[in-house]
Protein backbone atom coordinates (compact mmCIF):
# COMPACT_ATOMS: atom_id res chain seq x y z
CA UNK A 1 0.00 0.00 0.00
CA UNK A 2 1.27 3.33 -0.77
CA UNK A 3 -1.08 5.64 -0.83
CA UNK A 4 -4.01 5.90 2.03
CA UNK A 5 -6.87 8.41 2.64
CA UNK A 6 -8.41 7.00 6.05
CA UNK A 7 -12.27 7.70 7.60
CA UNK A 8 -10.94 11.55 9.38
CA UNK A 9 -10.10 12.17 5.40
CA UNK A 10 -6.15 12.47 6.72
CA UNK A 11 -3.73 11.32 3.47
CA UNK A 12 -0.83 9.03 4.22
CA UNK A 13 1.66 8.03 1.44
CA UNK A 14 4.29 5.76 1.91
CA UNK A 15 2.97 5.45 4.90
CA UNK A 16 -0.33 4.18 7.59
CA UNK A 17 0.94 6.66 10.19
CA UNK A 18 -1.93 9.24 10.14
CA UNK A 19 -0.86 10.98 13.46
CA UNK A 20 -3.27 13.81 13.92
CA UNK A 21 -1.88 15.48 10.98
CA UNK A 22 -3.94 15.96 7.55
CA UNK A 23 -1.26 14.99 5.65
CA UNK A 24 1.71 12.76 5.99
CA UNK A 25 4.09 10.82 3.99
CA UNK A 26 7.50 9.21 4.02
CA UNK A 27 10.26 9.91 2.05
CA UNK A 28 11.29 13.40 0.47
CA UNK A 29 8.95 15.71 -0.76
CA UNK A 30 9.29 17.71 -4.05
CA UNK A 31 7.56 20.53 -5.31
CA UNK A 32 7.87 21.44 -9.26
CA UNK A 33 8.05 24.42 -10.92
CA UNK A 34 5.13 25.33 -13.51
CA UNK A 35 7.96 24.26 -16.32
CA UNK A 36 8.93 21.55 -14.17
CA UNK A 37 12.75 23.27 -14.25
CA UNK A 38 12.95 23.78 -11.03
CA UNK A 39 11.96 22.25 -7.47
CA UNK A 40 12.00 22.47 -4.04
CA UNK A 41 12.57 18.94 -2.10
CA UNK A 42 11.63 18.83 1.41
CA UNK A 43 12.66 15.90 4.12
CA UNK A 44 13.52 15.50 7.59
CA UNK A 45 15.84 12.49 9.06
CA UNK A 46 14.84 10.25 11.95
CA UNK A 47 17.37 12.61 14.31
CA UNK A 48 14.50 15.37 13.28
CA UNK A 49 17.29 17.21 11.06
CA UNK A 50 14.76 19.08 8.70
CA UNK A 51 16.04 20.09 4.81
CA UNK A 52 14.66 22.70 2.49
CA UNK A 53 16.77 22.21 -0.51
CA UNK A 54 15.61 24.46 -3.95
CA UNK A 55 17.13 23.31 -7.06
CA UNK A 56 17.53 24.65 -10.53
CA UNK A 57 19.82 24.55 -13.09
CA UNK A 58 22.54 27.25 -12.39
CA UNK A 59 21.99 28.07 -9.09
CA UNK A 60 18.97 28.61 -7.08
CA UNK A 61 17.65 30.99 -3.47
CA UNK A 62 15.98 30.03 -0.94
CA UNK A 63 13.45 32.89 -0.39
CA UNK A 64 10.99 33.17 2.78
CA UNK A 65 7.94 35.87 2.88
CA UNK A 66 5.25 36.39 4.81
CA UNK A 67 2.13 38.74 4.80
CA UNK A 68 2.07 41.82 7.15
CA UNK A 69 -1.56 43.26 8.46
CA UNK A 70 -2.99 44.84 5.10
CA UNK A 71 0.37 45.13 3.30
CA UNK A 72 0.53 41.78 1.07
CA UNK A 73 2.77 39.51 0.91
CA UNK A 74 6.84 40.80 0.86
CA UNK A 75 10.18 38.96 0.89
CA UNK A 76 11.81 39.07 4.67
CA UNK A 77 14.47 36.88 4.27
CA UNK A 78 16.47 35.45 1.27
CA UNK A 79 19.49 32.56 1.09
CA UNK A 80 21.80 33.53 -1.94
CA UNK A 81 22.71 29.85 -3.68
CA UNK A 82 26.74 31.11 -2.91
CA UNK A 83 25.25 31.05 1.27
CA UNK A 84 24.95 34.80 1.81
CA UNK A 85 21.80 36.16 3.35
CA UNK A 86 19.76 38.96 3.16
CA UNK A 87 16.63 40.72 6.07
CA UNK A 88 15.08 43.28 4.43
CA UNK A 89 16.67 42.89 0.72
CA UNK A 90 16.32 40.13 -2.43
CA UNK A 91 20.21 40.77 -3.34
CA UNK A 92 22.83 40.43 -0.14
CA UNK A 93 26.43 41.28 -0.90
CA UNK A 94 28.18 40.02 2.10
CA UNK A 95 27.46 37.24 4.58
CA UNK A 96 24.79 39.08 6.12
CA UNK A 97 23.33 41.99 5.25
CA UNK A 98 20.63 43.79 6.59
CA UNK A 99 18.18 46.43 5.10
CA UNK A 100 15.47 48.79 6.55
CA UNK A 101 14.86 51.71 8.04
CA UNK A 102 15.87 51.92 12.00
CA UNK A 103 18.02 48.68 11.83
CA UNK A 104 18.38 47.05 15.19
CA UNK A 105 20.59 44.01 15.74
CA UNK A 106 19.88 42.36 18.81
CA UNK A 107 22.60 39.23 20.18
CA UNK A 108 21.25 38.28 23.35
CA UNK A 109 22.92 35.53 25.90
CA UNK A 110 19.86 33.66 27.47
CA UNK A 111 21.42 32.53 30.29
CA UNK A 112 22.67 36.06 31.71
CA UNK A 113 20.31 38.34 29.88
CA UNK A 114 23.09 40.47 28.11
CA UNK A 115 22.52 42.41 25.12
CA UNK A 116 24.48 43.92 22.48
CA UNK A 117 22.04 46.08 19.94
CA UNK A 118 23.76 47.59 16.58
CA UNK A 119 22.17 50.49 15.02
CA UNK A 120 22.62 52.76 12.59
CA UNK A 121 20.86 56.24 12.91
CA UNK A 122 20.78 59.47 11.34
CA UNK A 123 24.46 58.50 9.77
CA UNK A 124 25.69 57.61 13.39
CA UNK A 125 26.66 53.70 14.34
CA UNK A 126 26.12 52.72 17.52
CA UNK A 127 26.85 50.06 19.34
CA UNK A 128 25.23 49.35 23.00
CA UNK A 129 25.40 47.04 25.89
CA UNK A 130 22.93 45.91 28.47
CA UNK A 131 22.94 44.24 31.23
CA UNK A 132 19.83 42.89 33.39
CA UNK A 133 17.29 45.66 33.68
CA UNK A 134 19.03 47.75 31.38
CA UNK A 135 22.17 48.29 32.87
CA UNK A 136 25.27 49.65 31.20
CA UNK A 137 28.11 46.83 30.27
CA UNK A 138 31.39 46.99 29.04
CA UNK A 139 32.50 46.51 25.58
CA UNK A 140 36.02 44.20 25.50
CA UNK A 141 37.72 43.64 22.73
CA UNK A 142 40.09 40.61 22.55
CA UNK A 143 42.86 39.30 19.94
CA UNK A 144 42.37 35.44 20.23
CA UNK A 145 41.57 35.41 24.30
CA UNK A 146 43.67 38.25 25.22
CA UNK A 147 42.19 41.19 25.87
CA UNK A 148 43.50 44.09 24.35
CA UNK A 149 40.91 46.66 24.80
CA UNK A 150 38.65 47.54 27.45
CA UNK A 151 35.75 50.35 27.49
CA UNK A 152 34.07 50.33 30.58
CA UNK A 153 30.24 51.21 31.42
CA UNK A 154 31.67 54.73 32.42
CA UNK A 155 33.76 55.60 29.85
CA UNK A 156 37.19 54.14 31.03
CA UNK A 157 39.61 53.29 28.49
CA UNK A 158 41.22 50.69 29.50
CA UNK A 159 44.68 48.70 27.05
CA UNK A 160 45.68 45.63 28.36
CA UNK A 161 43.87 45.11 31.34
CA UNK A 162 40.37 45.06 32.81
CA UNK A 163 41.67 46.31 35.96
CA UNK A 164 39.76 50.26 36.08
CA UNK A 165 42.31 51.04 38.29
CA UNK A 166 45.07 51.21 34.98
CA UNK A 167 43.88 54.09 32.71
Known amino acids: ESFRINHQGRV ?20 LSANQTGVIDMAVTDAGEASIAPYVAGGSALVLKTNASG ?9 NSDGKVGIGTNDP ?21 NILQIRH ?19 VFNQYTTEALRITSNGNLLLGTSSDTQR
Open 71 to 79: SGVAERLRI
Open 93 to 113: NNPLTVHGSGNHIFLKDTATN
Open 121 to 139: ASGIAEFNTYGSGGAKRDY
Open 12 to 31: MINTTNSSSRTLNLKGTFGI
